[in-house]
C-alpha cells in the first residue's frame, strides 16, 4: 500500500502572489511529491499560485508510485525521477514531462572504513540500490565505465530512506541513495563519498514534471499555470537556499548538517525549463535504459517529451 502524507502548502510563509495569465478560480490541484531534498519545490508553490488556486500536496516514498498516482489521475501534476517516467511511458502508459523538476541529487556512499574509493572497489560488495529509480540507471552505466556490470556485484534492493540505517549497521557495503541520504551518511561519519555519478553523457539529470495525455488534453490552461508556477517557485528557490534548507528540515525532518552539506556541495539543482539540454539527455537516458533491457522499447518521444509549455512560459 503506497503510504501517503497530504500537506498543504498553503502552511508557507505567506509572499505576494503574481498574477499569471489563464488562472483556474477557485480549483484544488493536487501535486504529487516525494520525500527527498529534490523533490521541495512544491511546498514553495501556494505562494506563487493565482487567486483561487489551491495546491495540494501527496508525499511518496518512491518514484513509481508517484509515476502511478499520475498516469491513473490520482494527483494531477507529480515530481519524480525520469526513470520511472521514463518506464512508464514505454509500456504505453500516458505520461508526459512536461518540464524539469530537479538535477542531481544523488550520491554514491561506501561505509566508513571500507577501502572503497571508486566504483571500481564495489567489486564484490553489498551495494543498496533503489529498483526503478534514477539512481539505478547512473550507477549501471558508471559500472559500464569502469569495465563491470551488475553481476559484479551484490545488489540490495533498498528504499531511499532505509539506506542510510542499513549501511550504519553494516547490513550493505554501500549504496546509490538520494539526498538527503548521502548527506546524512557523510556528515554523521557512518559514510565516506565515493563520488557524485554525473560523469556520463546523461550529466545530472534526475527529476522531471509530469502530467497525464487526458490532463493536457482537457485543459491545457491549467498546465500552462501550474508550469509558470513551477518556474517562480524554483527561481525562487535557487536564489533563497538557507530557506529552503529550513523548510527542508521542518517539512521533511531532515538532520540540518545533512541538508547543508547538500547545498554547499552543490548537490541540488532546483530546474523547470525542458529545454534542448534536457530534452537530448532524457533521450539518451532512454537508449541506455534500453541498452540495458530495463525497457523493450524506447519510449514515443513525441508524446513522452512536450517542451510546448515550457517553451510558451519561456518566451512569456
Known amino acids: 500500500m503506497i503510504r501517503r502524507r497530504h500537506l498543504l502548502a498553503a502552511a508557507a510563509l505567506p509572499i505576494a502572489a503574481p498574477h499569471i495569465a489563464n488562472a483556474q478560480a477557485a480549483r484544488t490541484v493536487k501535486m504529487g511529491s516525494l520525500r527527498l531534498i529534490h523533490s521541495m519545490p512544491p511546498h514553495f508553490y501556494q505562494r506563487f499560485a493565482p487567486p483561487g488556486l489551491t495546491i495540494e500536496i501527496t ?11 499520475v498516469v491513473t489521475r490520482s494527483v494531477d501534476f507529480g515530481g519524480f525521477g525520469i526513470a520511472a517516467g521514463t518506464l512508464g511511458a514505454a509500456a504505453g502508459e500516458p505520461v508526459v514531462v512536461i518540464g524539469a523538476f530537479s538535477n542531481r541529487g544523488m550520491g554514491v556512499v561506501a561505509k566508513t572504513g571500507s577501502g572503497i574509493t571508486n566504483i571500481a572497489g564495489l567489486r564484490g560488495k553489498r551495494v543498496g540500490i533503489w529498483p526503478g529509480s534514477t539512481q539505478e540507471v547512473f550507477i549501471l552505466e558508471r559500472l559500464r565505465q569502469s569495465g563491470m556490470t551488475i553481476r559484479d556485484i551484490t545488489s540490495v534492493r533498498v528504499p531511499f530512506g532505509e539506506m542510510h540505517a542499513m549501511l550504519s549497521r553494516g547490513d550493505i557495503d554501500a549504496y546509490v541513495g538520494a539526498e538527503p541520504g548521502p548527506g546524512l551518511s557523510i556528515t554523521s561519519g557512518v559514510g565516506t563519498l565515493v563520488e557524485y555519478p554525473y560523469g556520463t553523457p546523461m550529466g545530472g539529470l534526475n527529476m522531471i514534471f509530469a502530467t497525464s495525455e ?6 491545457p490552461a491549467l498546465v500552462r499555470t501550474m508550469l509558470g508556477v513551477h518556474r517562480r517557485a524554483t527561481e525562487y528557490m535557487m536564489a533563497n537556499l538557507p530557506e529552503v534548507a529550513e523548510a527542508t528540515v521542518r517539512i521533511l525532518g531532515a538532520p540540518r548538517a545533512a541538508v547543508d552539506h547538500a547545498f554547499a556541495n552543490e548537490n541540488i539543482q532546483y530546474a523547470w525549463r525542458l529545454d534542448e539540454t534536457t530534452l537530448t539527455q532524457a533521450r539518451l537516458y532512454a537508449q541506455q535504459m534500453l541498452e540495458m533491457r530495463q525497457i523493450r522499447a524506447l519510449p514515443d518521444f513525441s508524446k513522452f517529451l ?3 509549455f515550457s517553451n510558451e512560459i519561456a518566451t512569456s
Open 59 to 69: 508525499t511518496f516514498d518512491s518514484p513509481t508510485d508517484g509515476k502511478n498516482a
Open 214 to 219: 487526458a490532463l493536457i488534453a482537457q485543459d
Open 306 to 308: 512536450n517542451p510546448r
